[in-house]
């Protein structure tokens, strides 16, 4: 048995684990149990719950995309994608970066390949930001400048998303305020200090997804609601009108490349 942070390391039968310290003796056939659909959760590999330990949690199956995901499916070589994951929500939690808490990342033999599972706490009432837009009007530019000043925590601690996008962000609503946090950080890493370019290119990201995915989105960000969200990155009204140019002037020069610029 060994141990990062929090977290142990549990083995039996095929299968591996790291688990949070405070339920490490449940066993791991715990976090394999047949899961309840989570209607309007976003992930490829079905988000689900499940209830281990008296904690609720969210269960996110790990499914391949792109050219290997008609091939693969479900299945890796190895256990480490997970728990790299469960490493960096961990290590942006200890920086103390709004995410959602960590509990769980394991791995089961299946043949010659590996199926993974990343396990956090459920948020209760929290929503995909774009579901949040469309069921809370009246917060929307609360929403936007929240989640601008996770980002901005996010980007601090040195978050390199290779897909960050607006599913990446649960929020909630707090009296007159909106807690947001990060989700899903499949495939990213935290390695501080976090360079201009790379945290431009994240943004830009961010803004491509909402092109390209907006006809099915519940709610898109308005200019105005963008400009909180910088003013939440902690620009202020200079820098805003600035890095606004600047950004919009990457994202057109990204969309032209992929035929998109017409969208």
């Given amino acids: ?64 995309g792109g050219a290997f995901g008609s091939l693969l499916h479900d299945r890796y070589s190895g256990p480490a994608r997970a728990r790299l994951e469960l490493e960096a929500l961990a290590r942006l939690q200890l920086e103390g970066v709004p995410v959602v808490a960590p509990v769980a990342a394991v791995a089961r033999r299946s043949g010659a390949f590996w199926r993974l599972r990343l396990c956090t706490e459920l948020l209760p009432d929290a929503l995909p930001l774009p579901a949040f837009f469309a069921a809370h009007p009246g917060l929307r530019r609360v929403a936007a400048e ?70 099915r989105m519940a709610a898109v960000p308005t200019r105005a609601e963008t400009m909180r969200f910088l003013r939440g990155l902690g620009w202020d009204r200079a820098e805003r009108r600035v890095g606004w140019r600047r950004l919009r002037a990457r994202l057109e020069r990204s969309l032209a490349r992929r035929g998109w610029l017409g969208r």
């Fill in 1 to 64: 048995m060994a141990a990062f942070g929090a977290f142990v390391e549990r083995r039996d039968r095929g299968r591996i684990g790291w688990v949070r310290d405070d339920l490490a003796d449940v066993g791991l056939d715990a976090f394999w149990q047949k899961l309840e659909p989570m209607p309007g959760a976003k992930g490829r590999g079905g988000v689900g719950r499940l209830s281990v330990g008296g904690v609720d949690l969210v269960v996110r199956p790990y499914r391949r």
């Fill in 146 to 215: 929240a989640v601008g000043a996770v980002v901005r925590l996010a980007f601090a601690a040195g978050l390199r998303h290779p897909d960050l996008h607006l599913d990446n962000v649960l929020a909630k609503p707090s009296g007159d305020k909106v807690r947001a946090v990060l989700v899903d950080l499949d495939r990213a890493r935290v390695a501080p200090p976090l360079p201009d370019d790379a945290r431009d290119d994240m943004l830009v990201r961010m803004q491509r997804y909402v092109v390209r995915h907006r006809a």
